[in-house]
């Protein structure tokens, strides 16, 4: 059925966070753009779920940059957002169990450096270091000297034994590739802003912001369309001319615009959405096939009819936001569909308005790679027993006070969100993929700018809300100054 043909100024194309955000940033400019959305709902990883008395949020559980004075709360002060969140900060937001071993960060990181140095004493002056290291830790200063390093061999010459090297790299599991592959600059960021920018959560789950958002959007004279998957994004010469749009009942859509932002995962963009692309594209397409992808992740979502603890050799002072088990000594290692490490995130014991007093909602997830497609058809509802019955050898009565389940297997990630392969994070954290070596906002169509965790500054929903924020900046500098777009992120060699 066709078709409807419209005009705007700026079309922005995926509602996650990094979608979100450049729309935001646009209308406070007087912008009115369009942003069009497959799902029924919006926020992409970035949403929420609720079923029967319980709410989870489905993937973003730890927010980081969201202090008064850091990057991601000051954005959300400009769009006056900020001050009607409710802000809430575990008071253990990490713990890990290795073995009999156990440690964990309250909001004080020197309590964690008490906990290390005391099992390892010989160590206490090179902890010292390392973790005034990574509090005064600066990107701009350090970016030349470690642009290459991965975080294995830059640990190391702080700390020298090798399990305390362990308990430190467990930190970045959420990653989900070894230390030996992971960007040494980028787990210091991540280090500094866990250790000491403090974490927070949203009271009341994910959909709190996602909803502020979009009522700013749309209050401004922004457009938001549900239910419309983009399916052609239409190219000629160097400038996207339209896309198309199609909605539930099969009705197609094709809106032109001057500006086009997207938060899609660009190979797939480029390589699905563009039909009989110019040469530079091909060109583009292929350097995306070269980069890597991050890892993906198999989560379940459990509603618990009452609440349950850690046993009591693995409880904590509270229950933490998020508890890693590492269940292997390789589950550093690239994952594999072997479970080697779990978190457990109690949910609701750190925003006790995700369900009724006395219940609970805990998620637990691990991370796996995708393996394939039919792979997850078969094996989804055995890994989520598994998974459960694992977790249930930490927290007494699990399995029999379950009442309700939802399990995401990577399949089903990449369904909800069209990440490739149920990325979790856009591409991996490599010193060659992370910051300003991320792939440039600016793309080969002079018109088409990149949005979200596939671009820079990179993921987790602070960066990609500074991605829909610098977007959006490129656009506004263009139209007000005349002079074309110029990444405002220097491509760096
Ligand atoms: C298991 C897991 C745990 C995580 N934990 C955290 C955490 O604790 N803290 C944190 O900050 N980050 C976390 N992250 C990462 C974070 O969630 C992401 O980096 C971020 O949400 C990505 O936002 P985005 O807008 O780039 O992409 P997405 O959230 O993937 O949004 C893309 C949007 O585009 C839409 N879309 C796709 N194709 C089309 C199409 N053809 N037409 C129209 N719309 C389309 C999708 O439906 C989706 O809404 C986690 C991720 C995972 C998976």
């Not at 709410?55 to 008064?68: D, H, P, Q, S």
């Not at 500054?457 to 506004?476: E, F, H, K, T």
Request: net charge neutral; with cysteine; glycine share 8%.
């Amino acid at each position: 059925m066709e078709n409807t043909r419209k005009h705007y100024d700026v079309v922005i194309l995926g509602g996650g966070m990094g979608g979100l955000s450049c729309a935001s940033f646009l209308v406070q400019k007087g912008f009115k753009p369009l942003l069009l959305e497959k799902e029924r709902f919006l926020g992409g990883y970035g949403s929420a779920i609720t079923r029967e008395d319980y709410t989870w949020n489905v993937a973003v559980y730890a927010i980081r940059g969201l202090g008064e004075k850091e990057p991601f709360g000051k954005l959300l002060q400009r769009l006056s957002i900020y001050d009607k969140l409710d802000i809430g900060h575990p008071e253990i937001s990490f713990a890990g169990i290795f073995g009999k071993e156990k440690f964990y960060l309250p909001q004080n990181p020197a309590v964690l450096k008490e906990q290390l140095a005391s099992k390892f004493p010989e160590e206490t002056r090179q902890l010292e270091t390392f973790f005034q290291t990574v509090e005064s830790f600066n990107i701009l200063t350090k970016y030349n000297e470690l642009k290459q390093e991965n975080f294995k061999v830059y640990l190391s010459q702080f700390l020298q034994n090798e399990l305390l090297q362990f308990y430190i790299n467990s930190f970045l599991l959420p990653m989900g590739r070894p230390p030996e592959k992971t960007s040494a600059i980028f787990a210091m960021i991540y280090l500094k802003a866990i250790f000491f920018g403090g974490i927070s959560m949203i009271r009341g789950g994910m959909k709190k912001m996602v909803d502020l958002l979009a009522e700013h959007i749309q209050n401004k004279g922004g457009e938001i369309l549900l239910g419309h998957q983009v399916t052609e994004i239409l190219t000629q010469e160097d400038r996207v001319q339209a896309v198309r749009a199609v909605n539930q009942r099969g009705e197609y859509l094709t809106v032109e615009a001057d500006y086009f932002v997207s938060s899609l995962d660009p190979t797939r963009a480029f390589a699905e959405l563009m039909p009989n692309p110019s040469a530079p594209v091909a060109e583009y397409l292929a350097h995306l096939r070269r980069l890597t992808p991050s890892t993906s992740a198999f989560i379940i979502l459990l509603g618990l009819k009452k609440e349950v603890s850690l046993s009591p050799e693995f409880s904590f002072p509270t229950k933490p936001l998020q508890v890693g088990v590492i269940l292997r000594e390789d589950a550093l290692d690239e994952p594999s569909c072997e479970i080697k490490k779990i978190y457990f995130i109690f949910c609701s014991a750190n925003d006790p308005s995700l369900c009724p007093q006395g219940k609970e909602c805990l998620a637990l997830v691990t991370n796996v790679p995708f393996v394939s497609a039919s792979f997850w058809e078969q094996n989804k509802e055995a890994f989520a027993e598994k998974l459960i019955q694992i977790a249930g050898q930490y927290l007494a009565e699990l399995k029999e006070n379950i009442a309700c389940q939802i399990a995401f297997s990577p399949l089903d990630l990449y369904q909800r969100t069209g990440n490739s392969q149920g990325a979790i994070i856009g591409w991996d954290v490599t010193p060659e993929q992370v910051l300003k070596r991320r792939l440039s906002q600016d793309t080969p169509l002079k018109n088409l700018l990149l949005a979200g965790h596939w671009t820079q500054p990179g993921p987790d929903i602070s960066l990609v809300s500074i991605s829909g924020y610098q977007a959006a900046n490129m656009i506004i500098s263009e139209k007000s100054s005349g002079v074309a777009i110029l990444p405002k992120v220097l491509r760096l060699p």
